[in-house]
């Protein structure tokens, strides 16, 4: 009779004193409860960006696709403005250069003539002199 009182006796203190079972079932149970509310807010993350965020990002994919196209034909616009740019560019510079090099050869032409006349004038002056100068000494020796 003393092995079931000791048992007995074991397991009321157990009951008493052991608070494992009732720990083990509460760590499970608060676990299981973080678990659960968790499960919910996923669950409420998942549907709110179902609801509202995937539209959104559909219309803004769409909005960028939009954009995307039209800044390609704002390039291929760039693009024709500065080729018509730079011809247009070339051949105002060479019509410029043609210019500056017709109007410094009118000057250079000019120059020429001027210095050609002052060098006939001069020609001529000498040529004066030189027959006065001969005539004259011509007179003098006929004189003679």
């Not at 007995?8 to 009951?15: A, F, H, K, P, S």
């Not at 769409?62 to 995307?68: G, H, P, R, S, Y």
């Not at 050609?116 to 100068?133: A, H, R």
Request: with cysteine; aromatic share 8%; hydrophobic share 30%.
């Amino acid at each position: 009779m003393s092995v079931p009182i000791i048992k007995d006796c074991g397991e009321i203190w157990n009951r008493l004193f052991d608070h494992r079972p009732f720990l083990n079932g509460e760590i499970k149970e608060s676990r299981g409860d973080r678990e659960i509310s968790r499960l919910f807010e996923i669950h409420e993350l998942v549907t709110d960006f179902r609801d509202t965020q995937i539209p959104k990002t559909c219309e803004k994919e769409n909005t960028l696709n939009k954009l995307n196209v039209l800044l390609d034909i704002s390039l291929q616009n760039c693009a024709i403005v500065n080729e018509n740019k730079e011809k247009y560019s070339q051949n105002q510079t060479l019509e410029a250069k043609r210019a500056l090099r017709k109007t410094e050869w009118e000057n250079f032409m000019k120059d020429i003539r001027c210095k050609y006349s002052n060098i006939d004038k001069t020609f001529k002056e000498k040529e004066d002199e030189l027959k006065e100068f001969y005539d004259d000494l011509e007179k003098k020796l006929h004189v003679n």
